[in-house]
């Protein structure tokens, strides 16, 4: 039977036409991509290798081409298969033991994912879709942690402040795996129907506390408990050492709008190493708790990069505690007593500024 390009029903024995039509919209491109996995254990896991095998074929042919419309659709049917069919098949056991399988499932956690996310780069662009995200450039940046007033920490009966979880809001988001400094500042900036966003910080504590990003919900994980195929329930329980207002926001992972997750200064994300893909695929792929509203997105080039364009008024570094509770890595102390502060964005270049709120903006 002969599948159309909107389509989605794909066999070993019946493959969408190539090269498609190009596409009228992302959207669009999405539903081509989209593998209809029911019956698919009709055939043997071997058949379905062969069609992966096949759909990295012609998406190596399209980008070759600089087709990326069917570059996208071709790349994202294949892991389609890999990930919905292959890996849940009643026989799948035997795709172990294959070498095709093996040489096919190790370029698709380090080859493919990356070009997935630079293809779809490419095609936001195309569209438009990323426009009205990265061309906003506001003036005003709200302190990234609430900072309760002196009298609410005076008689506060908890020895630790709670941290006000947010509300849905109707973001949308590109559909893409990696966000740029510039989107997350803009989300974390944005005065109005604000994204609610949660960053996970993954290098080692020591690191963390060093400096990092400054922001309300920032959980710190670190990377050496991070592995291929541990799931989010473990990550949970390693985070016992940490605050409990760490703790608690990584429980509530789910209220977010969005979950940005960045390292030291990795690109993309088949170069970040496993921690960074495990911790992905732990809250994304694995996740069946709590599942989030979309995927998890990287920070391209991680907190170095973070650092060289926003400056050090968007870090915060934690002073030496000596032993005190700290909430979300500050002391009660230290909560009560940091001044409310803003943040002027100054462009050309990007750089911001720390002002007085009360004073007004310079």
């Known amino acids: 039977m002969s599948?159309?390009?909107?389509?989605?029903?794909?066999?070993?024995?019946?493959m969408p036409d190539f090269p498609m039509a190009p596409a009228g919209s992302l959207s669009e491109l999405r539903q081509r991509a989209t593998v209809d996995p029911s019956g698919s254990e009709k055939y043997t896991v071997q058949q379905w290798i062969l069609v992966v095998s096949q759909l990295y074929q012609q998406g190596d042919w399209?980008?070759?081409?600089?087709?990326?419309d069917n570059a996208y659709v071709c790349y994202m049917r294949g892991c389609s298969v890999m990930v919905e069919i292959i890996s849940k098949h009643p026989n799948k056991h035997e795709a172990f033991s294959d070498p095709l399988y093996s040489q096919l499932k190790q370029r698709t956690d380090n080859e493919?994912?990356?070009?997935?996310?630079?293809?779809?780069?490419?095609l936001e662009r195309r569209f438009g879709n990323s426009s009205n995200v990265t061309s906003k450039s506001p003036m005003n940046l709200t302190p990234s942690v609430s900072s309760p007033s002196r009298t609410s920490a005076r008689t506060r009966t908890s020895p630790i402040p709670s941290i006000p979880l947010p509300s849905p809001t109707n973001a949308v988001f590109a559909d893409s795996l990696i966000v740029c400094v510039d989107e997350l500042v803009s989300w974390i900036t944005q005065k109005e129907n604000a994204p609610s966003v949660l960053l996970l910080d993954v290098r080692p504590r020591h690191v963390f506390e060093g400096g990092c990003i400054k922001?309300?919900?920032?959980?710190?994980?670190?990377?050496?408990?991070l592995k291929m195929g541990i799931e989010a329930h473990i990550i949970q329980k390693y985070l016992s050492s940490n605050p409990k207002a760490e703790q608690n926001l990584f429980t509530e992972r789910d209220r977010f709008d969005v979950i940005v997750y960045y390292d030291q200064n990795a690109q993309s994300i088949p170069m970040a190493g496993e921690a960074m893909r495990s911790i992905k695929s732990a809250l994304y792929e694995l996740e069946r708790q709590?599942?989030?509203r979309r995927a998890p997105m990287m920070l391209a080039g991680g907190f170095d990069t973070w650092q060289s364009v926003v400056g050090e008024r968007g870090i915060f570094r934690f002073p030496n505690t000596h032993g005190k509770e700290k909430v979300n890595g500050f002391t009660n102390a230290s909560?009560?007593?940091?001044?409310?502060y803003e943040y002027a964005c100054i462009r050309k270049p990007?750089?911001?500024?720390?002002?007085?709120?009360?004073?007004?903006?310079?």
């Open 3 to 14: 599948v159309s390009a909107t389509s989605q029903r794909l066999t070993p024995g019946s």
């Open 62 to 68: 399209a980008c070759r081409h600089d087709d990326m």
């Open 112 to 122: 493919i994912f990356g070009s997935l996310e630079t293809i779809a780069i490419r």
């Open 215 to 225: 922001h309300q919900w920032i959980v710190q994980v670190d990377p050496r408990v």
């Open 290 to 292: 709590k599942p989030l």
């Open 335 to 340: 909560l009560a007593a940091r001044p409310h």
């Open 350 to 362: 990007t750089t911001y500024i720390e002002v007085d709120s009360n004073q007004g903006e310079t």
